[in-house]
Protein backbone atom coordinates (compact mmCIF):
# COMPACT_ATOMS: atom_id res chain seq x y z
CA UNK A 1 0.00 0.00 0.00
CA UNK A 2 1.51 3.10 -0.73
CA UNK A 3 1.92 6.25 2.00
CA UNK A 4 -0.52 8.95 1.02
CA UNK A 5 1.60 11.12 3.16
CA UNK A 6 4.18 10.79 1.09
CA UNK A 7 5.23 13.44 -1.42
CA UNK A 8 5.70 13.01 -5.01
CA UNK A 9 8.70 14.81 -7.54
CA UNK A 10 5.52 16.48 -9.20
CA UNK A 11 4.07 18.16 -5.73
CA UNK A 12 8.09 19.26 -4.92
CA UNK A 13 8.37 23.52 -5.94
CA UNK A 14 10.67 23.82 -9.00
CA UNK A 15 12.89 26.04 -7.06
CA UNK A 16 13.21 23.62 -4.37
CA UNK A 17 14.75 21.16 -6.81
CA UNK A 18 16.69 23.73 -8.31
CA UNK A 19 18.23 24.94 -4.74
CA UNK A 20 18.77 21.64 -3.60
CA UNK A 21 21.24 20.50 -6.61
CA UNK A 22 24.51 20.36 -6.03
CA UNK A 23 25.35 22.33 -9.65
CA UNK A 24 25.03 25.69 -9.58
CA UNK A 25 22.08 27.08 -11.72
CA UNK A 26 21.08 30.05 -12.85
CA UNK A 27 18.44 31.67 -15.11
CA UNK A 28 19.07 34.86 -17.27
CA UNK A 29 16.58 36.87 -19.87
CA UNK A 30 17.48 37.44 -22.57
CA UNK A 31 19.37 40.74 -21.97
CA UNK A 32 21.92 38.55 -19.52
CA UNK A 33 19.90 39.78 -16.45
CA UNK A 34 20.06 37.43 -13.72
CA UNK A 35 16.37 36.05 -12.83
CA UNK A 36 17.54 33.04 -10.59
CA UNK A 37 20.38 32.08 -8.91
CA UNK A 38 20.54 28.97 -6.48
CA UNK A 39 22.72 28.53 -3.31
CA UNK A 40 25.57 27.08 -5.31
CA UNK A 41 25.55 29.89 -7.66
CA UNK A 42 25.84 32.40 -4.51
CA UNK A 43 28.17 30.29 -2.83
CA UNK A 44 30.32 30.52 -6.02
CA UNK A 45 29.72 34.22 -7.00
CA UNK A 46 30.39 34.93 -2.72
CA UNK A 47 27.21 37.29 -3.40
CA UNK A 48 23.61 37.53 -1.23
CA UNK A 49 21.07 36.61 -4.02
CA UNK A 50 19.33 39.91 -4.05
CA UNK A 51 22.63 41.10 -4.54
CA UNK A 52 23.01 38.94 -7.58
CA UNK A 53 19.52 39.14 -9.38
CA UNK A 54 18.53 41.81 -11.80
CA UNK A 55 22.52 42.67 -12.80
CA UNK A 56 24.25 41.34 -16.20
CA UNK A 57 26.14 37.88 -15.74
CA UNK A 58 29.16 39.97 -17.08
CA UNK A 59 29.37 42.12 -14.13
CA UNK A 60 29.89 38.90 -11.44
CA UNK A 61 30.78 36.15 -13.38
CA UNK A 62 33.77 35.60 -15.27
CA UNK A 63 32.11 33.07 -18.08
CA UNK A 64 31.78 35.97 -19.96
CA UNK A 65 33.79 39.41 -20.41
CA UNK A 66 31.49 41.35 -21.05
CA UNK A 67 27.84 42.53 -22.47
CA UNK A 68 29.03 41.95 -26.11
CA UNK A 69 30.18 38.86 -25.34
CA UNK A 70 26.89 37.89 -23.85
CA UNK A 71 25.25 39.27 -26.89
CA UNK A 72 27.31 37.12 -29.20
CA UNK A 73 26.47 34.01 -27.61
CA UNK A 74 22.51 34.34 -27.03
CA UNK A 75 22.70 34.43 -30.97
CA UNK A 76 24.73 31.78 -31.16
CA UNK A 77 22.04 29.68 -29.14
CA UNK A 78 19.39 30.59 -31.45
CA UNK A 79 20.72 28.71 -34.15
CA UNK A 80 21.79 26.08 -32.35
CA UNK A 81 19.71 26.17 -29.19
CA UNK A 82 22.29 24.29 -26.57
CA UNK A 83 25.84 25.05 -26.21
CA UNK A 84 28.70 24.06 -23.69
CA UNK A 85 31.35 26.05 -22.52
CA UNK A 86 34.61 24.84 -20.50
CA UNK A 87 36.59 27.30 -18.71
CA UNK A 88 39.16 28.06 -15.77
CA UNK A 89 39.69 29.89 -12.68
CA UNK A 90 42.23 30.61 -10.36
CA UNK A 91 40.67 30.71 -6.81
CA UNK A 92 42.47 32.98 -4.42
CA UNK A 93 44.68 30.19 -2.87
CA UNK A 94 46.39 29.31 -6.22
CA UNK A 95 44.59 26.70 -7.10
CA UNK A 96 43.85 25.87 -10.65
CA UNK A 97 39.57 25.10 -10.83
CA UNK A 98 37.62 23.95 -14.29
CA UNK A 99 34.43 24.16 -14.80
CA UNK A 100 32.14 23.06 -17.25
CA UNK A 101 28.86 25.00 -18.30
CA UNK A 102 25.85 24.05 -20.33
CA UNK A 103 23.50 26.62 -21.61
CA UNK A 104 20.31 26.40 -23.36
CA UNK A 105 17.78 28.42 -24.71
CA UNK A 106 14.05 28.23 -23.46
CA UNK A 107 11.60 30.34 -25.26
CA UNK A 108 8.16 31.04 -23.69
CA UNK A 109 5.54 32.95 -25.20
CA UNK A 110 7.54 35.83 -26.88
CA UNK A 111 9.98 35.87 -24.42
CA UNK A 112 13.95 34.12 -24.31
CA UNK A 113 15.67 32.35 -21.57
CA UNK A 114 19.08 31.07 -20.84
CA UNK A 115 19.51 28.33 -18.17
CA UNK A 116 22.78 27.53 -17.23
CA UNK A 117 23.96 24.86 -15.20
CA UNK A 118 27.61 24.39 -14.16
CA UNK A 119 29.78 21.28 -12.87
CA UNK A 120 33.27 21.58 -11.30
CA UNK A 121 35.20 19.25 -13.45
CA UNK A 122 38.50 19.97 -11.83
CA UNK A 123 38.51 16.77 -9.25
CA UNK A 124 37.16 14.77 -11.84
CA UNK A 125 40.32 15.74 -13.85
CA UNK A 126 42.59 15.28 -11.12
CA UNK A 127 41.32 11.74 -10.29
CA UNK A 128 41.36 11.65 -14.74
CA UNK A 129 44.76 12.67 -14.69
CA UNK A 130 46.50 10.08 -11.53
CA UNK A 131 44.74 7.51 -13.08
CA UNK A 132 46.58 8.00 -16.40
CA UNK A 133 49.78 8.53 -14.34
CA UNK A 134 48.87 5.07 -12.55
CA UNK A 135 48.62 3.79 -15.62
CA UNK A 136 51.47 4.45 -17.13
CA UNK A 137 53.55 3.40 -14.32
CA UNK A 138 51.52 -0.36 -14.45
CA UNK A 139 52.51 -0.36 -18.61
CA UNK A 140 56.15 0.40 -17.37
CA UNK A 141 56.19 -2.24 -14.64
CA UNK A 142 54.69 -4.84 -17.53
CA UNK A 143 57.64 -3.57 -19.72
CA UNK A 144 60.20 -5.25 -17.31
CA UNK A 145 62.26 -7.94 -18.18
CA UNK A 146 61.02 -11.26 -17.47
CA UNK A 147 64.54 -11.70 -15.57
CA UNK A 148 63.80 -8.82 -13.00
CA UNK A 149 65.02 -10.82 -10.00
CA UNK A 150 61.56 -9.57 -8.12
CA UNK A 151 58.65 -11.05 -8.12
CA UNK A 152 55.81 -9.93 -10.41
CA UNK A 153 52.32 -10.78 -10.77
CA UNK A 154 49.18 -9.40 -12.49
CA UNK A 155 45.61 -10.20 -11.12
CA UNK A 156 42.33 -10.28 -13.12
CA UNK A 157 39.21 -8.91 -11.88
CA UNK A 158 38.29 -12.00 -11.01
CA UNK A 159 41.64 -13.03 -9.20
CA UNK A 160 42.78 -14.83 -11.56
CA UNK A 161 46.47 -14.65 -12.16
CA UNK A 162 47.19 -13.54 -15.57
CA UNK A 163 50.68 -13.21 -15.10
CA UNK A 164 53.83 -13.89 -13.36
CA UNK A 165 57.37 -13.63 -14.15
CA UNK A 166 59.98 -15.89 -13.47
CA UNK A 167 61.03 -14.40 -10.08
CA UNK A 168 57.09 -14.97 -9.26
CA UNK A 169 57.12 -18.50 -10.29
CA UNK A 170 59.81 -19.49 -8.04
CA UNK A 171 58.40 -17.56 -4.88
CA UNK A 172 54.98 -16.07 -4.54
CA UNK A 173 52.63 -18.44 -7.10
CA UNK A 174 51.58 -21.12 -5.42
CA UNK A 175 51.13 -18.94 -2.49
CA UNK A 176 48.51 -16.80 -4.54
CA UNK A 177 47.66 -19.51 -6.86
CA UNK A 178 47.02 -22.47 -4.64
CA UNK A 179 46.62 -21.32 -0.43
CA UNK A 180 43.54 -19.95 0.54
CA UNK A 181 45.35 -17.45 2.81
CA UNK A 182 46.59 -15.60 -0.61
CA UNK A 183 43.50 -16.15 -2.86
CA UNK A 184 41.61 -14.30 0.38
CA UNK A 185 44.25 -11.46 0.05
CA UNK A 186 43.83 -10.84 -3.74
CA UNK A 187 40.02 -11.08 -3.07
CA UNK A 188 40.17 -8.23 -0.25
CA UNK A 189 42.33 -5.98 -2.15
CA UNK A 190 40.09 -6.32 -5.41
CA UNK A 191 37.09 -5.02 -3.37
CA UNK A 192 38.70 -1.88 -1.83
CA UNK A 193 40.99 -1.50 -5.18
CA UNK A 194 43.27 0.88 -3.72
CA UNK A 195 46.48 1.00 -3.75
CA UNK A 196 47.98 -1.28 -0.32
CA UNK A 197 51.12 -2.52 0.78
CA UNK A 198 52.58 -4.65 3.21
CA UNK A 199 54.93 -7.30 4.72
CA UNK A 200 53.98 -10.64 4.26
CA UNK A 201 55.91 -13.86 5.26
CA UNK A 202 55.87 -17.41 3.42
CA UNK A 203 57.58 -20.10 4.48
CA UNK A 204 60.81 -18.96 5.70
CA UNK A 205 60.98 -15.99 3.28
CA UNK A 206 59.35 -12.13 3.83
CA UNK A 207 58.55 -9.84 1.22
CA UNK A 208 57.48 -6.30 0.83
CA UNK A 209 54.25 -6.26 -1.57
CA UNK A 210 52.98 -3.31 -2.84
CA UNK A 211 49.59 -4.03 -5.01
CA UNK A 212 48.71 -1.34 -7.74
CA UNK A 213 45.28 -1.18 -9.15
CA UNK A 214 45.33 -0.92 -13.04
CA UNK A 215 41.41 -0.02 -13.95
CA UNK A 216 38.19 -1.24 -13.18
CA UNK A 217 38.60 -3.92 -16.24
CA UNK A 218 42.05 -5.00 -15.35
CA UNK A 219 42.39 -6.02 -12.21
CA UNK A 220 45.73 -5.30 -10.16
CA UNK A 221 49.61 -5.69 -10.44
CA UNK A 222 51.69 -7.10 -7.26
CA UNK A 223 55.32 -6.15 -7.29
CA UNK A 224 57.06 -7.42 -4.78
CA UNK A 225 60.39 -7.37 -3.03
CA UNK A 226 62.64 -10.51 -1.10
CA UNK A 227 63.66 -8.58 1.75
CA UNK A 228 64.70 -11.77 4.23
CA UNK A 229 68.03 -10.81 4.69
CA UNK A 230 67.12 -7.42 5.62
CA UNK A 231 64.50 -8.90 8.07
CA UNK A 232 67.71 -11.25 9.74
CA UNK A 233 69.51 -7.73 10.17
CA UNK A 234 67.26 -6.42 11.95
CA UNK A 235 66.73 -9.11 14.24
CA UNK A 236 70.44 -9.28 14.94
CA UNK A 237 70.52 -5.18 15.19
CA UNK A 238 67.68 -6.12 18.01
CA UNK A 239 69.86 -8.89 19.25
CA UNK A 240 72.51 -6.86 20.02
CA UNK A 241 70.35 -3.36 21.18
CA UNK A 242 69.11 -5.48 23.78
CA UNK A 243 72.52 -6.85 25.00
CA UNK A 244 73.77 -3.22 25.25
CA UNK A 245 70.63 -2.59 26.88
CA UNK A 246 71.57 -5.26 29.79
CA UNK A 247 75.12 -4.81 30.45
CA UNK A 248 76.59 -3.73 32.74
CA UNK A 249 78.92 -1.77 31.17
CA UNK A 250 78.13 1.62 30.20
CA UNK A 251 77.44 2.06 26.36
CA UNK A 252 77.11 5.65 24.92
CA UNK A 253 76.77 5.73 20.82
CA UNK A 254 77.09 9.51 19.14
CA UNK A 255 76.87 10.85 16.24
CA UNK A 256 79.04 11.87 13.41
CA UNK A 257 79.62 15.20 15.46
CA UNK A 258 80.15 13.84 18.64
CA UNK A 259 76.55 14.37 19.82
CA UNK A 260 75.01 11.61 22.18
CA UNK A 261 72.25 9.59 20.39
CA UNK A 262 71.74 7.10 22.93
CA UNK A 263 73.12 5.20 26.54
CA UNK A 264 72.23 2.48 28.22
CA UNK A 265 70.75 2.14 31.62
CA UNK A 266 74.56 1.35 32.69
CA UNK A 267 75.81 4.52 31.92
CA UNK A 268 72.70 6.46 33.14
CA UNK A 269 73.38 4.72 36.94
CA UNK A 270 76.99 5.21 37.27
CA UNK A 271 77.03 8.76 35.93
CA UNK A 272 73.76 9.98 36.98
CA UNK A 273 72.41 11.77 33.53
CA UNK A 274 69.23 10.72 32.32
CA UNK A 275 69.11 10.19 28.43
CA UNK A 276 66.69 12.73 27.84
CA UNK A 277 69.28 15.25 29.77
CA UNK A 278 72.25 14.66 27.59
CA UNK A 279 70.92 13.66 24.14
CA UNK A 280 72.22 16.22 21.56
CA UNK A 281 75.52 16.42 23.91
CA UNK A 282 78.84 15.85 23.97
CA UNK A 283 80.02 13.76 26.61
CA UNK A 284 82.83 16.00 27.28
CA UNK A 285 80.74 19.04 28.00
CA UNK A 286 79.30 17.19 31.43
CA UNK A 287 81.73 14.57 32.50
CA UNK A 288 84.84 15.75 32.50
CA UNK A 289 86.16 17.81 35.46
CA UNK A 290 89.15 20.00 36.95
CA UNK A 291 90.73 16.47 38.03
CA UNK A 292 90.72 14.89 34.39
CA UNK A 293 93.91 14.68 32.67
CA UNK A 294 94.96 16.89 29.73
CA UNK A 295 96.91 13.97 28.41
CA UNK A 296 93.67 11.91 28.75
CA UNK A 297 91.76 14.60 26.88
CA UNK A 298 93.98 14.96 23.90
CA UNK A 299 94.49 11.15 23.87
CA UNK A 300 90.39 10.84 23.61
CA UNK A 301 90.24 13.60 20.95
CA UNK A 302 93.07 12.42 18.77
CA UNK A 303 91.71 9.09 18.58
CA UNK A 304 88.42 10.17 17.31
CA UNK A 305 90.26 11.80 14.48
CA UNK A 306 91.79 8.65 13.52
CA UNK A 307 88.56 6.79 12.63
CA UNK A 308 89.77 3.66 13.91
CA UNK A 309 89.50 1.39 17.15
CA UNK A 310 91.14 2.65 20.21
CA UNK A 311 91.34 2.28 24.15
CA UNK A 312 91.99 5.38 27.14
CA UNK A 313 91.22 5.77 30.73
CA UNK A 314 89.75 9.00 31.75
CA UNK A 315 88.50 10.19 34.80
CA UNK A 316 85.37 12.13 35.03
CA UNK A 317 82.22 13.26 37.13
CA UNK A 318 78.95 12.27 37.80
CA UNK A 319 76.29 14.52 38.21
CA UNK A 320 76.64 14.27 41.56
CA UNK A 321 79.75 15.43 41.46
CA UNK A 322 81.46 11.92 42.22
CA UNK A 323 85.02 11.14 40.68
CA UNK A 324 85.31 7.36 39.22
CA UNK A 325 87.86 6.47 36.34
CA UNK A 326 86.59 4.60 33.03
CA UNK A 327 88.29 2.59 30.66
CA UNK A 328 86.86 3.77 27.64
CA UNK A 329 86.93 1.54 24.80
CA UNK A 330 85.59 3.58 21.18
CA UNK A 331 85.22 2.07 17.77
CA UNK A 332 83.69 4.67 15.21
CA UNK A 333 81.42 3.38 12.56
CA UNK A 334 81.97 4.31 9.15
CA UNK A 335 80.29 4.47 6.03
CA UNK A 336 81.34 3.15 2.17
CA UNK A 337 82.74 6.08 1.73
CA UNK A 338 85.13 6.25 5.15
CA UNK A 339 82.84 8.67 6.64
CA UNK A 340 81.92 8.66 10.69
CA UNK A 341 78.41 7.83 10.87
CA UNK A 342 78.44 6.93 14.18
CA UNK A 343 80.79 5.99 17.00
CA UNK A 344 80.18 3.47 19.88
CA UNK A 345 81.53 4.11 23.19
CA UNK A 346 81.72 0.82 25.54
CA UNK A 347 83.09 2.31 29.14
CA UNK A 348 84.22 0.03 31.69
CA UNK A 349 83.30 1.58 35.46
Given amino acids: MSNPNKISIEDLPLSVLLENTLDRICILSQDGEYLFVNKKEC ?9 ILNKGIWIINALFENKKDWTKTISKLREIINQTIIYSETDSYGNILEF ?7 KYNFDEFVIITTKNIATKRNLESRLDEQSIKINELAQLPEEDPNPILKFSKAGKINYCNRAGKFTLYNFFKNSENGKRK ?13 EIKINDSFYSTSYIPVNSQDGIVLYAKNITKLKKIEADL ?18 PEGKIEWVNNSFENVSGYKLEEIIGKKPSKFLQGEDTSI ?7 NGLLSK ?24 PIL ?3 GKVKNSSLYKQI
Fill in 295 to 301: DSINKFK
Fill in 238 to 255: EKVSIVARQTSNGVVITN
Fill in 186 to 198: IKEILENFLKYEE
Fill in 335 to 337: DKN
Fill in 43 to 51: EYLGSHKDD
Fill in 100 to 106: KSKLQLI
Fill in 308 to 331: VHFNVEILNYSKQGKKYWCSCDIT
